[in-house]
């Protein structure tokens, strides 16, 4: 298992942009979390982020058609019991354009 979470990025989605929206839980007990977005391993925006839901933008030109995005937060935390998985954020959906590619997803470590 990968420790983040990755899309596949074919050239005609990457021309319309990408919104990313995540949840870093305020239960989680963190105060910021560092979350950070890649494309083909080169960091294109990194940010310090306060619990809650915040929609992450990658504009189109940052893209550059084919690729792989891969979205990053830190620390990982443990889900409440009797689960207990190490995550670090639940991507609420991604959009390419007004396209939805994604259901909710939590990015285990």
């Not at 596949?8 to 910021?32: D, Y």
């Not at 443990?78 to 190490?86: I, Q, T, Y």
């Amino acid at each position: 298992m990968s420790d983040k979470a990755t899309v596949h990025l074919p050239r005609e989605l990457s021309a319309k942009g990408m919104k990313i929206k995540i949840e870093l839980p305020e239960w989680a007990n963190v105060r910021t979390h560092e979350v950070s977005i890649e494309l083909d391993g080169k960091v294109l925006q990194s940010v310090s982020l306060k619990p809650g839901y915040h929609e992450l933008e990658v504009p189109s030109a940052a893209l550059r058609g084919n690729g792989v995005l891969a979205v990053d937060a830190q620390p990982a935390f443990s889900l409440p019991a009797p689960d207990g998985r190490k995550v670090t954020m639940r991507i609420l959906a991604v959009w390419s354009g007004e396209t939805r590619l994604s259901q909710s997803h939590t990015a285990e470590r």
